[in-house]
């Protein structure tokens, strides 16, 4: 029923009246085509838009970080201002500099600390004590003879956990250094006060024994010559006594003769 009512009559070369199809119609090959093409179209429409959508917000958050990054910049600096009114000295309105390290050794940092810089300065010291045990520290050398390596490790260690307490109130971070070395020099010295007052002991043992040693030989050839002196005595009282006797009976002797 369909294929008749496409079917129209035309005239053959013969003039014979017949039926063909209608060229004009598309095939299902066409028409698979220009579908694929429809909705290819209707995709890149719609991820025009929303590429285009992405662009506006990505615009916008942007300009929010812009804006957060500026509020950001402007509390801090808020914040070392209020930092810096802090540190103004008393009844002064000038800012107090920070303290620089020093050229010459007579100046003393711990004097010159504020209560809770002095605290921070004990816990250093705490720090160092069991950083020194765990490094390996042979406190029987000095300071300029340790290893670097160690020395190193040491002062990486105790500048990480309080260089932040002690920045805003020096220069750098030289008192830590200062603070190391002290403490290796002062570890250093009772030891080698020790050491020194071991050998003085040792020394003054010697000495005493060699001088007790003196006086027990002085002692003995004291006896010896004393022994010595008191038998050449005897002996000297038995040849007198001999020959005064001998010459007495030989006196008395003759005398008898003579009567």
């Not at 300071?143 to 260690?157: D, W």
Request: hydrophobic share 30%; charged share 30%.
């Amino acid at each position: 029923m369909l294929a008749a009512a496409n079917i129209q009559p035309t005239s053959g070369p013969s003039g014979v009246i017949g039926h063909t199809a209608n060229k004009s119609r598309p095939t299902a090959k066409k028409l698979s085509a220009a579908a694929q093409k429809a909705v290819l179209h209707r995709q890149d429409v719609t991820l025009i838009a929303e590429n285009e959508q992405l662009k506006v917000h990505l615009l916008e958050f942007q300009n929010t970080v812009d804006a957060l990054k500026l509020a950001t910049e402007a509390a801090q600096r808020e914040v070392a201002k209020a930092q810096r009114a802090a540190h103004k000295a008393p009844n002064s309105g000038k800012v107090r500099n920070k303290v620089p390290k020093p050229t010459h050794q007579e100046w003393n940092m711990l004097p010159n600390m504020e209560a809770k810089e002095k605290d921070i300065y004990n816990m250093i010291l705490q720090t160092l004590r069991t950083e020194m045990h765990h490094l390996g520290f042979d406190l029987k050398v000095k300071y300029k003879v340790q290893p670097h390596k160690k020395l190193g490790k040491l002062f990486k260690i105790v500048c990480c956990i309080y260089k932040a307490d002690l920045y805003e109130q020096y220069d750098f971070d030289w008192p830590l250094a200062e603070i190391v070395k002290q403490y290796l020099q002062n570890s250093w010295k009772p030891q080698t006060c020790k050491h020194k007052a071991d050998a003085k002991i040792n020394n003054e043992r010697m000495h005493t024994c060699t001088h007790i040693d003196e006086l027990e030989d002085s002692k003995t050839a004291g006896v010896n010559e004393g022994l010595n002196n008191s038998s050449n005595k005897g002996e000297g009282k038995g040849k007198g006594k001999g020959k005064g006797k001998g010459k007495g009976k030989g006196k008395e002797s003759m005398g008898m003769d003579r009567d």
